[in-house]
Structures are given as C-alpha cells and as structure tokens.
C-alpha cells in the first residue's frame, strides 16, 4: 500500500511556480495495477521519483508498505564507467539477491549482446532503459514504478516487456505512465489523474481515460 499524506512539491523554474502536488491525500490499494494519467508538465515522472524515494516533496510525506522498485525505465542512477554487467552484480548486492542470477537474468532480458560487457556510459539512451527495465523485473518488488518503458526497443522487444510486466502483475501492483492508452488498458485496471497539483483516483479506468481525454482536448 502507498498512502500520500499532504504530499506537496513546488518547483521554480525560470522565475514561474510550477505545482506538482499540492497537499495530496490520498491511499493507493496493493497488489492493483493503476495507470497514473496527466497532460505533459503534469509533474506525472515526480511524483513517482517522489513515491519511488529518489525526490524529496517540499512537504508531506509518502508511506509505503512493502517494497517499491525505483522507477522501471530511468537509467539516471547508472554508473558510466561499469559495464552492464557490473551493474547488474552491483544492484544484486544492495538488494539481497542472488548477483550470478540477476547478471544472467540481465544479460538475457536486456537483449544487449556484446554491450552487456561494456561501460554503461557507451550505451544508447534506449540501451540504458532496456538495462534499466532488466534489472527491475530480475527483483521482485510489491510494487512497480512504470515510466513509459514500453516505448523503448524494437518491436520484439516491446512486446516482451509488456509479457513480462504482465507476469509480475499477478502478484504485485504498479504505477505505470504511458502515453499509449493501449498499453495502459492492457496493464491496468485502475487509474488515477495528475491535473494542477491535485490526484484524483478512479477505480474504473476507461472513467479516468475519459477524463484525461477531455483535459487534453480542453489545451
């Protein structure tokens, strides 16, 4: 479960506030896959930084119950100078798994061939978010942070990501982002509207899309 209490964050940038949550109170159930929707500037990728532990708020506070994983997707946390490779044995390390496991359950989901043996800081942006997705689904967490992961790749790739998610979502939760309402509808069963600081949750998702549709169409 992930309660949001007064969760507030503000940003100033250029000189002009920009509100992503403002005193947000609000409980997420466990174990549901809900897509978190919003128009872009939204503060959609913050609020799970914020949720993931990687962003302060400004004020409020976020409780979790069970395990998170950092957001699927942001590769921001990679070391240049390891190899893929190294990576994987890293993150094993810091979370209690199995390092020869995860390396290998890396090393064939990633799909980076000679590259997995290479300084991360040689890989491609999408390089890093297939290494980046890997290394969330080789650990099982209680919930999944989903940051439009299922853009990056080839097709093939794509799609196996999708499978894989889908996988986990037997028995964990998510928070997933996608500007693709299929992939959402395919991966959720709740959603929840970012819009001007406030987090509205629908436990009927085509009722959230239809919301985020009329935002969108409203400029």
Same mark, same amino acid.
């Given at each position: 479960?992930?309660?949001?209490?007064?969760?507030?964050?503000?940003?100033?940038?250029?000189?002009?506030?920009? *509100?992503?949550?403002?005193?947000?109170? %609000?409980?997420?159930?466990?174990?549901?896959?809900?897509?978190? %929707?919003?128009?872009?500037?939204?503060?959609?990728?913050?609020?799970?930084?914020?949720?993931?532990?990687?962003?302060?708020?400004?004020?409020?506070?976020?409780?979790?119950?069970?395990? *998170?994983?950092?957001? /699927?997707?942001? #590769?921001?946390h990679?070391h240049?100078?390891?190899? =893929?490779?190294?990576?994987?044995?890293f /993150?094993?390390?810091?979370?209690?798994?199995?390092?020869?496991?995860?390396?290998?359950? *890396?090393?064939?989901?990633?799909?980076?061939?000679?590259?997995?043996?290479?300084?991360? =800081?040689?890989?491609?942006?999408?390089?890093?978010?297939? %290494?980046?997705?890997?290394?969330?689904?080789?650990?099982?967490?209680?919930?999944?942070?989903?940051?439009?992961?299922?853009?990056?790749?080839?097709?093939?790739?794509?799609?196996?990501?999708?499978? %894989?998610?889908?996988?986990?979502?037997?028995?964990?939760?998510?928070i /997933?982002?996608?500007?693709?309402?299929?992939?959402?509808?395919?991966?959720?069963?709740?959603?929840? *509207?970012?819009? #001007?600081?406030?987090?509205?949750?629908?436990?009927?998702?085509?009722?959230?899309?239809?919301?985020?549709?009329?935002?969108?169409?409203?400029?």
């Amino acid at each position: 479960m992930i309660r949001l209490e007064h969760l507030c964050k503000r940003f100033v940038t250029g000189g002009v506030l920009r *509100v992503v949550a403002d005193g947000i109170n %609000l409980t997420l159930p466990p174990r549901r896959a809900i897509a978190l %929707l919003g128009r872009n500037g939204a503060g959609k990728s913050s609020l799970m930084r914020m949720i993931a532990g990687t962003m302060a708020p400004t004020s409020g506070r976020v409780h979790v119950t069970g395990s *998170v994983s950092w957001p /699927v997707g942001f #590769a921001g946390h990679f070391h240049p100078e390891m190899t =893929g490779a190294q990576t994987a044995r890293f /993150v094993a390390r810091t979370s209690g798994v199995d390092t020869d496991m995860l390396q290998d359950i *890396v090393g064939d989901l990633a799909g980076l061939g000679p590259h997995y043996t290479l300084p991360v =800081g040689s890989y491609s942006a999408g390089m890093k978010a297939r %290494l980046a997705f890997a290394l969330s689904m080789g650990i099982h967490f209680d919930t999944y942070l989903v940051d439009e992961v299922t853009s990056v790749g080839d097709a093939a790739f794509r799609e196996k990501s999708q499978a %894989l998610l889908l996988e986990r979502l037997k028995h964990s939760g998510a928070i /997933v982002v996608s500007h693709s309402m299929p992939v959402l509808r395919g991966l959720c069963t709740m959603g929840a *509207v970012l819009e #001007a600081g406030r987090l509205t949750l629908y436990d009927d998702l085509e009722e959230a899309i239809a919301l985020h549709m009329r935002q969108m169409a409203a400029g």
